[in-house]
T-cell receptor, first 113, second 116 residues
Framework: AQSVTQLDSQVPVFEEAPVELRCNYSSSVSVYLFWYVQYPNQGLQLLLKYLSGSTLVESINGFEAEFNKSQTSFHLRKPSVHISDTAEYFCAVSEVGFQKLVFGTGTRLLVSP | GAVVSQHPSRVICKSGTSVKIECRSLDFQATTMFWYRQFPKQSLMLMATSNEGSKATYEQGVEKDKFLINHASLTLSTLTVTSAHPEDSSFYIC????????????FGEGSRLTVL
């Protein structure tokens, strides 16, 4: 079985500052890794994913995440955040083949002016 | 990307009544859909896996008779909360698996159920 740990429940940051949201996973088999973003009272939107290949994956809005197998991590980073990035971010893992998605507890990113 | 739509987005009902939530894949056929429940400020918990043409597979601790799931077609799965009580109030989210090589999951907008 897989599990995901997001140690930070909330990350406050000022606008234009860099941010890192941490995600560690546990699995005995090969996995796919995901970051989803959720705005208030909305469903989840896929931010980026790692399936295979390059360990550094990027989203269209400036986020990136790096798959580190030795550290079993998939931390999310952005060099300069905007107010509009304020949201809940969920890290998720599934076995290769998308049998089930297991979510972390989420990290609330709060961007202030 | 593929689109998954849920309806209704918000529903308020009286205790003891039943509520049906629909999940539709709009531009692809989904043989498998998933239903999640999210409590305030918490993560998503998988409730059940819905397979077209067969019975749903429920996660441990989820009451099958309380949460009825029907996957009648390749584009529609429904979740019916029967005899709803205030503790059933929650945010319910569905996802559908796109039948491509990667089988990526796409999520609906969620449905907020409030039971009075």
């Amino acid at each position: 079985a897989q599990s995901v740990t997001q140690l930070d429940s909330q990350v406050p940051v000022f606008e234009e500052a860099p941010v890192e949201l941490r995600c560690n996973y546990s699995s005995s088999v090969s996995v796919y890794l995901f970051w989803y973003v959720q705005y208030p009272n909305q469903g989840l939107q896929l931010l980026l994913k790692y399936l295979s290949g390059s360990t550094l994956v990027e989203s269209i809005n400036g986020f990136e995440a790096e798959f580190n197998k030795s550290q079993t991590s998939f931390h999310l980073r952005k060099p300069s955040v905007h107010i509009s990035d304020t949201a809940e971010y969920f890290c998720a893992v599934s076995e290769v083949g998308f049998q089930k998605l297991v979510f972390g507890t989420g990290t609330r990113l709060l961007v202030s002016p | 990307g593929a689109v998954v739509s849920q309806h209704p987005s918000r529903v308020i009902c009286k205790s003891g009544t039943s509520v049906k939530i629909e999940c539709r894949s709009l531009d692809f056929q989904a043989t498998t859909m998933f239903w999640y429940r999210q409590f305030p400020k918490q993560s998503l918990m998988l409730m059940a896996t819905s397979n077209e043409g067969s019975k749903a597979t429920y996660e441990q601790g989820v009451e099958k008779d309380k949460f009825l799931i029907n996957h009648a077609s390749l584009t529609l799965s429904t979740l019916t909360v029967t005899s709803a009580h205030p503790e059933d109030s929650s945010f319910y989210i569905c996802s559908a698996r796109e039948p491509t090589l990667t089988g990526e999951l796409f999520f609906g907008e969620g449905s907020r159920l409030t039971v009075l």
